[in-house]
């Protein structure tokens, strides 16, 4: 497969690009995003059989199971992240490893689970966003991988990102 078309697969809204003014406007519809995720994630996948769940959106891509554990995952990540953020001096998150954590024996399982903790996760995390003030919104966490840091807004901006990178990742399985 050419380099391009696996790019293409793999990043199928394309990556996340930072505006270069984030407005309250932009915010808002980020946190829409975050908060409706997981309406618009069972949207998606009510009709799918078990077997449906082992579909990828690219060979050697994770399946639709394996991304909505992985969503699950990663959004508790970063809801602790931001808490971080708002109550530390731009702490220092932990990472971890995706790729091996979506092949853990959890990453197997039914998707209800992880659907349970999405619907509480995404309410509260929302709530937490919308009530955040300006000065909340510039607060910043380091990541150590990169060596930069990231302020909430961008945060919040990445997540939504991340949230429709991966339905479409599940939208796109559907159709192989």
């Known amino acids: 497969m050419l380099k391009d078309q696996l790019e293409k697969?793999?990043?199928?809204?394309?990556?996340?690009?930072q505006p270069e003014h984030i407005n309250q406007e932009t915010i808002d519809s980020w946190i829409k995003?975050?908060?409706?995720?997981?309406?618009?994630?069972?949207?998606?996948?009510?009709?799918?059989?078990?077997?449906d769940f082992e579909l990828t959106y690219r060979e050697d891509g994770w399946t639709i199971r394996q991304l909505i554990h992985h969503c699950a995952d990663s959004h508790m990540n970063s809801f602790i992240r931001f808490k971080l953020a708002l109550t530390e001096d731009?702490?220092?998150i932990k990472?971890?490893?995706?790729?091996?954590?979506?092949?853990?024996?959890?990453?197997n399982m039914p998707i209800e689970s992880s659907m349970k903790i999405?619907?509480?996760?995404?309410?509260?995390w929302a709530t937490l966003l919308s009530n955040l003030s300006q000065?909340?919104?510039k607060k910043q966490f380091r990541n150590p991988e990169s060596n930069?840091?990231?302020?909430?807004?961008?945060?919040?901006?990445?997540?939504?990102w991340h949230c429709n990178h991966h339905l479409t990742h599940i939208i796109n399985a559907k159709k192989l």
């Open 95 to 107: 990472t971890y490893k995706e790729d091996l954590w979506a092949n853990l024996p959890d990453s």
């Open 90 to 92: 731009t702490p220092t």
């Open 33 to 51: 995003t975050i908060a409706k995720f997981p309406e618009y994630l069972r949207n998606e996948i009510q009709k799918l059989q078990d077997k």
């Open 118 to 124: 999405l619907d509480g996760l995404h309410q509260r």
């Open 135 to 137: 000065q909340d919104l």
């Open 9 to 17: 697969l793999r990043y199928p809204i394309g990556k996340f690009s």
């Open 148 to 160: 930069k840091t990231i302020s909430i807004e961008t945060a919040i901006g990445i997540y939504a």
